[in-house]
Each structure stands twice: as structure tokens, then as C-alpha cells.
């Protein structure tokens, strides 16, 4: 696919994806969603890419939103229809089987932050802004941050900033548990490489496992759970491990005082 709204390159085994509408805050219209839809599959298929990290064109924003000039006209089955395509995209990276983190270079407000929660994990720079001022518009999220916001910082802390749509800053939002790291702008990116390099290092099969379990905890579609309890999708998975090469490789690179080195098998 060549992609319009986003720039997509793998280096290092690692994927760099970029939302690519400067001009409009990377607002997220029809076109981004369709693209990162295949961008997803692409981060899954291709061997060479061993995880992800999701960042936003030019200096001010990592994403402003849904792209509310989308909105226009739409009767309640469509408004219901964007909102379950968006949920789908991002129930597609929360369960990607490779990790796929957020670099939020800026603001991350409405969808832009709902993209952030669906990563697996989030680092921002010192001039990021979350919230979810939807309600400003007489809306509330749609694509899954009533769910996710409130996983991540708590029920009461997600009650105030979506009734007041308000906006919390870089430090705050480390508070809060919404993001793990905070850089300087310019240290964003090697930061997140850094991570994810040492990420790399580890058992594929096995990190894919721990995103499904650890999902199994707080995705409360049961589409994505299989009806079962996370402590016993952790008892299969566990399973499971013991079955790969890299676990027999682990463990005796452990006992012979040697690093290990995982083929994903
Ligand atoms: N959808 C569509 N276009 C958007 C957008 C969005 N969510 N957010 C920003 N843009 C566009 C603006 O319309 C503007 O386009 P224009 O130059 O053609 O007029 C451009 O991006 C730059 O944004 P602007 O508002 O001029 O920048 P700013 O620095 O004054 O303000 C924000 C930045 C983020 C505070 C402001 O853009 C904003 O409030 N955006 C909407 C946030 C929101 O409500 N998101 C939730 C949507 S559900």
C-alpha cells in the first residue's frame, strides 16, 4: 500500500509510523484509519519488524482529534459506525502481537490521546497535552477512551477530565500513570528506540504472550478474551512457553552465564 497520511519506514527491526497531516494537527480522518489499518497488518506479517512506535508530524501535535470536519451531517447509525470502525483499529494495536508504543510529540487530545492508551505503552516529550475534550463539542470519545482512560488513571481522575475536558500536562500525566517516560522534545525518539531496542532483545513468542494476558486484565471485550479469566489465559500462555525454543534457549543461556539469543520459535 503506499500510504498518504502516514510515513511508514523499518529500521533496526523497529517501525517507525508516522501520522503525516501536519497542516491539520494529524487529525485523524477516514484515510489515516484505513491506512493504519494496513499498517497494523504490516507491523504483524512482516519478519523483519520486530516491534512499533506510533509519533505524530512536525513539532505541536502528536494527534488533535477525530478530524471533526468528519463529523458534519452524520445521522446516529453512522455516528455509530465511525466510532466502532475506530474502536476495531484500535483493538487491532492494543492485540497487535508485537509491541507498539506511543511517542506523543505534542498534544494528544480526543482521538490523538485514545490512540496513545490503545499503544501498549506511552512516553511523551515535556510539551505534550492530553485530555478529551470531546464534551466541549457536546460529544464524549468514541474510540474506546471512556474505557481506557479510566483503566489507566482511575475512575475519578477520568470522571473530572472528561466532564471538564480538560487538559493535563507532560508531568502531570507521568503522575497519573499515563505516560512512563518524559523527554526533551529532541531526545523522543531515541528514547523510544532505546526502549524498544532492549525490547527486541527478549523472547518474541514470550512478549506477545504477556501483551495477551496483560489485555486479558483490562480489555473487557470479550470478543478479544474468549470468555476467559485472565489468571487462566496466564495459565495458558505459561503452557505455552515451555513448548518454544527460545524458553529452552532462556534458560540455559541463564544457566551457562550466557546471554541468550531468541529466534522466535
Ligand atoms: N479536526 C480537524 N481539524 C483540526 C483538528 C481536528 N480535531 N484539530 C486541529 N485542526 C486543524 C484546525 O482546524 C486548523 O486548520 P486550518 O489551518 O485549516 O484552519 C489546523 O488544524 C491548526 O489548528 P489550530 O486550531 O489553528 O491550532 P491552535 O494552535 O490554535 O490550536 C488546538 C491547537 C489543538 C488547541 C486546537 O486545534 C483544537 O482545539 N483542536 C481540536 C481538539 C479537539 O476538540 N479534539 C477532539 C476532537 S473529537
Do not use: W
Not at 122 to 142: D, H, M, T, Y
Not at 214 to 219: D, F, G, K, L, P
Amino acid at each position: 500500500m503506499i500510504y498518504t497520511t502516514l510515513l511508514f519506514s523499518v529500521e533496526n527491526n523497529i517501525c517507525q509510523i508516522i501520522i503525516n497531516r501536519p497542516d491539520k494537527l494529524n487529525a485523524l480522518n477516514k484515510d489515516v484509519f484505513t491506512e493504519l489499518d494496513h499498517a497494523i497488518d504490516e507491523v504483524n506479517k512482516d519478519a523483519n519488524i520486530k516491534s512499533a512506535f506510533i509519533t505524530g508530524a512536525g513539532p505541536k501535535a502528536f494527534v488533535a482529534g477525530a478530524d471533526i470536519t468528519e463529523f458534519g451531517g452524520l445521522t446516529t447509525e453512522q455516528a455509530m459506525e465511525l466510532s466502532r470502525r475506530g474502536q476495531n483499529v484500535f483493538f487491532k494495536i492494543e492485540n497487535s502481537a508485537k509491541p507498539i508504543i506511543a511517542a506523543v510529540n505534542g498534544f494528544a487530545l480526543g482521538g490523538g490521546c485514545e490512540l496513545a492508551m490503545a499503544c501498549h505503552f506511552r512516553l511523551c516529550s515535556e510539551n505534550a497535552k492530553f485530555g478529551q475534550p470531546e464534551v466541549n463539542l457536546g460529544l464524549i470519545p468514541g474510540y474506546g477512551g471512556t474505557q481506557r482512560l479510566t483503566q489507566l488513571i482511575g475512575k475519578g481522575k477520568s470522571m473530572e477530565l472528561q466532564m471538564t475536558a480538560g487538559l493535563i500536562d507532560a508531568n502531570e500525566a507521568l503522575k497519573l500513570g499515563l505516560v512512563n517516560y518524559v523527554t526533551a522534545p529532541d531526545q523522543l525518539i531515541d528514547k523510544t528506540k532505546e526502549i524498544l531496542t532492549l525490547i527486541n532483545t527478549k523472547a518474541p513468542i514470550a512478549i506477545a504472550k504477556i501483551i495477551e494476558c496483560i489485555n486479558t486484565a483490562v480489555v473487557s471485550d470479550s470478543a478479544y478474551t474468549n470468555g476467559k479469566s485472565g489468571f487462566e489465559k496466564e495459565i495458558e500462555a505459561f503452557g505455552h512457553c515451555f513448548g518454544t525454543d527460545d524458553m529452552k534457549e532462556g534458560t540455559a543461556a541463564f544457566l551457562e552465564k550466557r546471554k541468550a539469543i531468541f529466534q522466535g520459535k
